[in-house]
C-alpha cells in the first residue's frame, strides 16, 4: 500500500501545482523554460504513475474489504463509466457544446471515473485510489472555473454536429474499453 500511496501522492501532488501553487509554477516554468519544465512535469507523471500502478497490483494481491458493494452498483457504474468517456471525449472534440456548457469535461469525466469506480469497489485499496482522484478532481474544477471566472475565459458555443460526434466517440470509446481493453490492462471483467 506504499508504493500506491507514494505514487497518489507525487501524481495528485504534481498535478495540484496549479491548484495550491500557480505563481510558484509559473515562477519556475519562466526560470527553468518551456521544454525543461515539460520534461521534468512528464518524467515525474510518468514516474508517479508507475509507481500507482504497482502499487495497486501489490496491493490488489491482499486486498483489505471495507464493504461489499451491493450488485446493482456495477450497472450503475457502467452507466457512469459512460458517461465519463462522453466528458473525456469533450475535451479533445473541437466546438462541441458539452465543452461549451460544462467547460472542464476532462475533469467531470476524472470525477465521474472516479465516483463509478468507488461505488462499485469496496477494497482499501480501491477506495484510497478513486476517493483520491475524486477529491483531486473536485478541488481542480472549482479552481479552474473560479479562474476562467476571473481572466474572462470564454468558451466557443458548441455545434450539434461536433456535439454527436463527441457522444457517439465517448460511447463508442466506452464500449471497446468495457469489452477489450478493462480485462487486459486492469485484470477486472467489468461485466
Same mark, same amino acid.
Given at each position: 500500500m506504499t508504493?500506491?500511496?507514494l505514487?497518489?501522492i507525487?501524481?495528485?501532488g504534481?498535478h495540484?501545482i496549479?491548484?495550491f501553487?500557480?505563481?510558484?509554477?509559473n515562477?519556475?516554468r519562466a526560470?527553468?523554460?518551456?521544454?525543461?519544465?515539460?520534461?521534468l512535469?512528464?518524467?515525474v507523471?510518468?514516474?508517479?504513475?508507475?509507481?500507482i500502478?504497482?502499487?495497486?497490483?501489490?496491493?490488489r494481491?491482499?486486498?483489505i474489504?471495507i464493504?461489499?458493494?451491493p450488485p446493482?452498483?456495477?450497472?450503475?457504474?457502467?452507466l457512469?463509466a459512460?458517461?465519463?468517456f462522453?466528458f473525456?471525449?469533450a475535451?479533445?472534440v473541437p466546438?462541441?457544446g458539452i465543452?461549451?456548457?460544462?467547460?472542464?469535461?476532462?475533469t &467531470?469525466?476524472i470525477k *465521474?471515473?472516479?465516483?463509478?469506480?468507488?461505488i462499485?469497489?469496496?477494497? !482499501? $485499496?480501491?477506495? +484510497?485510489?478513486f476517493?483520491?482522484?475524486?477529491?483531486?478532481?473536485?478541488?481542480l474544477f472549482?479552481v479552474s472555473?473560479k479562474?476562467?471566472?476571473a481572466?474572462?475565459?470564454?468558451?466557443?458555443?458548441?455545434?450539434?454536429?461536433?456535439?454527436a &460526434?463527441?457522444?457517439? *466517440?465517448?460511447?463508442?470509446?466506452a464500449?471497446?474499453f468495457?469489452?477489450? !481493453? $478493462?480485462l487486459? +490492462?486492469?485484470?477486472?471483467?467489468?461485466?
Amino acid at each position: 500500500m506504499t508504493i500506491l500511496i507514494l505514487g497518489l501522492i507525487l501524481f495528485l501532488g504534481l498535478h495540484s501545482i496549479r491548484i495550491f501553487a500557480e505563481d510558484w509554477r509559473n515562477r519556475v516554468r519562466a526560470r527553468m523554460g518551456q521544454l525543461p519544465w515539460r520534461a521534468l512535469y512528464s518524467v515525474v507523471s510518468i514516474t508517479s504513475l508507475l509507481l500507482i500502478i504497482w502499487g495497486y497490483s501489490l496491493a490488489r494481491q491482499a486486498p483489505i474489504v471495507i464493504w461489499t458493494p451491493p450488485p446493482f452498483t456495477r450497472h450503475l457504474a457502467a452507466l457512469l463509466a459512460v458517461i465519463a468517456f462522453v466528458f473525456i471525449a469533450a475535451a479533445y472534440v473541437p466546438r462541441n457544446g458539452i465543452k461549451a456548457r460544462l467547460h472542464h469535461p476532462m475533469t &467531470l469525466g476524472i470525477k *465521474t471515473w472516479a465516483l463509478a469506480h468507488l461505488i462499485a469497489n469496496g477494497t !482499501l $485499496h480501491d477506495i +484510497l485510489l478513486f476517493a483520491s482522484f475524486l477529491v483531486w478532481a473536485i478541488l481542480l474544477f472549482r479552481v479552474s472555473r473560479k479562474r476562467d471566472a476571473a481572466l474572462g475565459t470564454s468558451y466557443p458555443p458548441g455545434s450539434s454536429g461536433a456535439t454527436a &460526434l463527441t457522444i457517439v *466517440t465517448g460511447i463508442a470509446g466506452a464500449i471497446i474499453f468495457a469489452l477489450w !481493453l $478493462h480485462l487486459p +490492462l486492469i485484470g477486472v471483467r467489468p461485466f
